[in-house]
């Protein structure tokens, strides 16, 4: 092929030209497998058509995807923790069909999953870094398969459209039979974000990659029912090269925090690594509540790193855990926003907002199926639910024509990883926007302030 030039970050600002169409929005599913979709009836759909592959599937079924994964198309199939929508890695061209059909610029790197650990070292560039070559397989041997991306530097066969120029790529083997039956088919590893509009709710279930790609011509879409960690994986980056000797925390995810440190630990005390490894969270500041944001003009490290993403395609807020204030007539009119708790609805967690279920059209739990019940419920119940909810909100509000969606908010610190990537969903499904409740000062009427 042809030499690949590396783009520059102006390069990266623009997204490719959108050749395919694409709805303006689609309509999301609820949090469970929904019973229909709006799909070509089978008599009359063409082979160009996007299509959901159900099971069972045979190995016939997965040579033909392979097949077409290898001729440059796009097959969206299932891990542990969303789907992915999957190119040939290798192929530029290929990767590119990935970033016209979500919309995302080209500054937002892929993820290259391969179907072993052995397959993550010819992506590598690690021969004149034996220790962090060293540390890479210790992490494979504990993590993977498993919700867990390593960055490092990239061989040459690794195309810049993956990396989005940075020269660094990042690594997953997925912890997903079909995932890695799919790769193994295909042959090569597969470049895969997750398989929706850019900037919108993750997909957790086939159905919800069709709403959001039936415009993608051609798309396989491997059904395999929902996703059991339901949050993307961690990303961490070997830098191991200068004085710091670190493991940096990118993106919080599937594998929590505290799990990374106790395996750094135990690798010092085995004397797998001649010096102590720091574990250098890069995805959330110290002492700070909020995640990291970039700039979308800025070649990313890590993808899911700016302020809009897993959003719902209604305005939603972060809702302030503080008790009800009193709020002056003319401070409510001049800077409430327009949507009363009663045309709103409330994503709670574990019901901790339970006492204002009341004053919202309808209420929605992370923790709990049963949206009538307050139940307490685990930082970890919730990832796995997290994006399904949202979706089954943003369903509802578009049903009902309601005007805000709003997430309770919490304080992750103290509370372990599992809370801190929950929390990094949240802020960045509400852009970062934070309102408190308040009621009038003649009573009765509720605001939401800024």
């Not at 690594?273 to 110290?286: N, T």
């Not at 509370?415 to 409740?437: C, K, N, P, T, W």
């Amino acid at each position: 092929r042809p030499p690949l030039v590396t783009p520059l970050p102006s390069q990266a600002m623009k997204r490719p030209a959108a050749t395919m169409k694409r709805p303006a929005a689609a309509a999301p599913t609820a949090s469970k497998r929904p019973a229909t979709s709006k799909r070509p009836a089978a008599s009359s759909r063409r082979e160009e058509d996007a299509t959901i592959v159900r099971p069972p599937h045979s190995d016939a079924v997965f040579a033909e995807l392979g097949a077409s994964l290898r001729r440059g198309r796009l097959v969206s199939f299932p891990t542990e923790t969303v789907y992915g929508l999957g190119a040939n890695g290798l192929d530029p061209k290929a990767v590119l069909q990935i970033f016209e059909a979500k919309g995302r610029p080209l500054s937002d790197p892929c993820i290259l999953h391969v179907a072993c650990a052995a397959d993550a070292l010819p992506l590598l560039a690690l021969d004149d870094l034996p220790e962090a070559k060293l540390l890479l397989e210790e992490l494979g041997k504990v993590f993977w398969p498993g919700p867990l991306s390593i960055v490092g530097p990239a061989r040459s066969v690794v195309p810049p459209e993956v990396t989005a120029g940075t020269g660094f790529v990042a690594v997953r083997c997925p912890a997903h039979d079909m995932a890695r039956q799919l790769i193994s088919a295909a042959g090569v590893p597969l470049a895969a974000p997750s398989a929706n509009r850019f900037g919108h709710i993750s997909p957790t279930l086939p159905e919800h990659v069709f709403e959001d790609l039936q415009h993608v011509p051609f798309l396989r879409i491997l059904d395999g029912g929902p996703c059991s960690v339901g949050i993307e994986s961690t990303v961490v980056k070997l830098d191991l090269a200068g004085p710091q000797r670190r493991l940096q925390l990118l993106r919080q995810g599937g594998v929590p925090r505290e799990r990374l440190e106790a395996f750094l630990a135990d690798c010092c005390q085995r004397g797998v690594l001649q010096e102590p490894v720091e574990l250098s969270c890069i995805a959330r500041p110290s002492g700070s509540s909020a995640p990291v944001v970039k700039d979308e003009s800025e070649a990313q490290e890590a993808p899911g790193m700016l302020l809009k993403h897993y959003a719902p395609s209604v305005m939603t807020v972060l809702l302030s855990p503080r008790a009800l204030e009193e709020a002056a007539a003319e401070i409510s009119e001049k800077t409430a926003l327009q949507a009363a708790p009663a045309r709103s609805l409330l994503i709670d967690f574990g019901g901790k907002q339970a006492g204002r279920r009341d004053l919202f059209l309808k209420s929605f739990d992370l923790c709990n199926e049963d949206e009538s019940v307050a139940q307490s419920g685990t930082a970890e119940d919730a990832c796995a639910r997290v994006f399904a909810v949202l979706r089954a909100a943003e369903a509802f509000a578009l049903a009902e024509k309601v005007e805000l969606i709003c997430v309770a908010d919490f304080d992750p610190q103290g509370l372990g990883g599992y809370a801190e990537a929950l929390h990094d969903r949240l802020f960045r499904s509400a852009s970062g926007q934070r309102v408190a409740l308040h009621e009038s000062a003649s009573g009765g009427r509720f605001y939401f302030l800024p």
